[in-house]
């Protein structure tokens, strides 16, 4: 198969450096420097520690990437989502497409698969690529599997088919609603094991709270649609336990640099990468409410974020409330 990948960023860069064993793979920069350090030094500034496989094509014309691919895969941040298939949508071409992103859309509040449906309503081969995946283990070949979501279940079957390798698993599913909020939502609640981890309160601490963030990522999920099952898997459960325990987590270590003190602006000053979880807490927080569900973690993680609460405080408001059936 003929993948473009759109978005060279860690992401984009470990899928490429995967698929590249049984695809042909060209890989586009949207900065053209970028592009050309890439092609030439066949290091990613967003994976230093790998080099690109020699069979993946750098592009940094979006018109040459896209023009003969079967499959494209949208690997940008979420807020790059809409402006890079407004950018698809201006060529005649009509290939399969997936995005690899997660979280909301800044300033709408929409999932990727709304965002999609709007600039491209008439594209029906679409889905969503998510999954317990931090992008190194990826691109060093380590052992992963994720999931690819689509409404038209065989376009579902026959995609996961077609990318799933040895390395990395990939599984079908038609919960697309589900697994974009499984993907959203988890990234809120490692900001919570974050500050937890980085308050020191231990491991019974960190496991509570990935218990009660699962509950809380059902709860919501359900009601706008998803299916209980797939947030007992891969995209919800394993995700969530994925990144609030792994030390390459961006949105945990966001939880442990407010648990030392640091402000929001500092912390992301100094990851220079996108953290979902900070993106995302608001819309989650809204979209709750709208429904009258209880999301506690969430309200206490944006109370964190933008109401300038401190975070010990917030984690003894957590364990101060009333005890409940499970």
């Known amino acids: 198969m003929k993948i473009a990948i759109l978005g060279a960023g860690a992401w984009g860069s470990a899928l490429a450096a995967s698929f590249s064993s ?4 060209c890989l586009w920069a949207r900065d053209r420097a970028d592009a050309e350090s890439l092609a030439s030094t066949r290091r990613s500034r967003y994976l230093p520690e790998i ?22 895969v949208v690997a940008t941040a979420t807020s790059g989502l809409r402006e890079t298939l407004k950018a698809v949508s201006a060529f005649e071409v009509a290939p399969e497409l ?7 859309e800044r300033g709408t509040s929409r999932l990727p698969h709304e965002v999609v449906a709007e600039v491209l309503p008439r594209a029906t081969h679409v889905g969503a690529l998510s999954g317990p995946s931090f992008a190194l283990e990826v691109a060093r070949g380590q052992p992963t599997a994720i999931v690819f979501a689509s409404k038209d279940a065989a376009f579902a079957t026959a995609t996961s088919a077609a990318l799933n390798g040895e390395r990395l698993r990939i599984y079908s599913s038609t919960d697309v609603a589900g697994v974009e909020l499984g993907g959203a ?19 019974n601490a960190r496991a509570a709270l990935v218990t009660r963030g699962l509950a809380e990522i ?10 209980r099952e797939t947030f007992m898997g891969l995209t919800g459960l394993g995700d969530l336990v994925l990144t609030c325990t792994g030390d390459l987590s961006r949105n945990r270590e966001v939880g442990v640099r407010l648990a030392s003190g640091k402000t929001l602006e500092v912390i992301l000053g100094e990851l220079g990468h996108v953290a979902e979880g900070v993106q995302s807490a608001q819309p989650v927080r809204d979209l709750a409410r709208a429904r009258s569900i209880d999301m506690p973690i969430t309200d206490a993680i944006c109370a964190v974020l ?9 984690v003894r408001q957590l364990l101060a409330r009333d005890p409940k059936a499970e």
């Open 22 to 25: 049984r695809h042909s793979v």
């Open 51 to 72: 080099p690109l496989p020699d069979s993946i094509r750098v592009e940094a014309s979006l018109e040459s990437a896209i023009r003969d691919a079967q499959l494209i």
């Open 98 to 104: 997936a995005w690899a992103c997660k979280g909301f």
């Open 185 to 203: 939502v988890k990234n809120v609640i490692a900001i919570a094991a974050g500050i937890a981890d980085g308050l020191g309160l231990g491991r």
């Open 218 to 227: 059902v709860r919501l999920g359900v009601a706008l649609g998803g299916t």
């Open 306 to 314: 933008f109401e300038g609460r401190v975070p010990a405080d917030a």
